[in-house]
């Protein structure tokens, strides 16, 4: 049984990790599949989802950012119709404190940050004040120019050093430890051996000291391993979904919920158990 602290919530799972199903609410997503409303959030629920990740700004490579009165125009209707018929923990997928403060007004649990917390120095005490979790993600740049800035001398002891600093950066914000998850940024200023390392190792992040979140679902390393478009990656992202969590991995990112927790039964099914 794992247990996680997410906001003011404690969930457990029977699985070796969560599955966390994107919703993205968004017209200009990477995986077209993956945008929607209520109607695609029921579904990952229905499909065994313990957590929701709602976003409304695209991160694709490329992509520009928005203002966060658009975020919040899209995420609000769908947040609202979601928590018409569930209480399922929900992450929001932002930088900006007013985009948080509107969704926790709505019934959000935790921010997912792609700029750990650098952008907007208010989120970080509005996180504490509300007891929300945080996910804190490793990138360079921005989405508009980070694939240009993949080279690394060590990546995987400079992605965990960043994420050990912005953790301890959350807790002298006071926000409790046991609300900070790490994102190694897989797809996030990093070339395909980059990912492969982070996968293999990602266990060792912070020392292990923070549940990690591993974000792979469909992400462009897989067509440099596979040659495969974007609509056939699925078999890729369950295997390196898997190795992530028998590597130490406690959370996956999923377009793909149900495919995701069966692949998840039968690791648990064949006898794994981390730490044994």
């Not at 993956?34 to 976003?55: F, Q, V």
């Not at 965990?160 to 994102?183: N, T």
């Amino acid at each position: 049984m794992k247990t996680l602290l997410f906001g003011k919530k404690t969930i457990q799972t029977q699985n070796p990790a969560f599955v966390m199903g994107i919703v993205n609410c968004t017209p200009d997503s990477f995986f077209k599949e993956s945008r929607g409303g209520k109607k695609r959030a029921l579904r990952l629920i229905e499909e065994g989802a313990d957590i929701l990740d709602l976003g409304a700004e695209s991160t694709r490579p490329g992509s520009d950012f928005i203002s966060a009165e658009e975020e919040i125009k899209r995420l609000i209707p769908v947040l609202r119709s979601i928590r018409k018929e569930s209480d399922i923990p929900i992450s929001i997928d932002t930088r900006k404190k007013s985009v948080m403060e509107a969704c926790y007004n709505e019934g959000a649990d935790c921010v997912n940050d792609i700029s750990a917390l650098e952008d907007d120095e208010e989120l970080s005490f509005f996180v504490k004040e509300k007891e929300l979790s945080v996910i804190l993600m490793h990138k360079r740049g921005s989405p508009r120019d980070m694939q240009k800035n993949t080279r690394y001398a060590d990546v995987f002891n400079e992605v965990s050093r960043y994420l050990k600093e912005r953790a301890l950066f959350a807790q002298s914000c006071g926000i409790s430890k046991e609300r900070i998850i790490v994102d190694p940024g897989i797809g996030f200023a990093k070339d395909t051996e980059s990912c492969v390392r982070l996968i293999a190792e990602c266990g060792k992040l912070c020392g292990g000291e923070y549940p990690v979140l591993m974000a792979l679902s469909r992400k462009s390393f897989l067509k440099d391993l596979t040659l495969r478009a974007v609509e056939d990656r699925l078999g890729g992202t369950l295997c390196a979904n898997i190795l992530s969590v028998c590597n130490g991995a406690s959370l996956l990112r999923v377009h793909d919920v149900a495919a995701t927790v069966d692949a998840l039964k039968v690791l648990k099914a064949v006898g794994y158990s981390k730490g044994k």
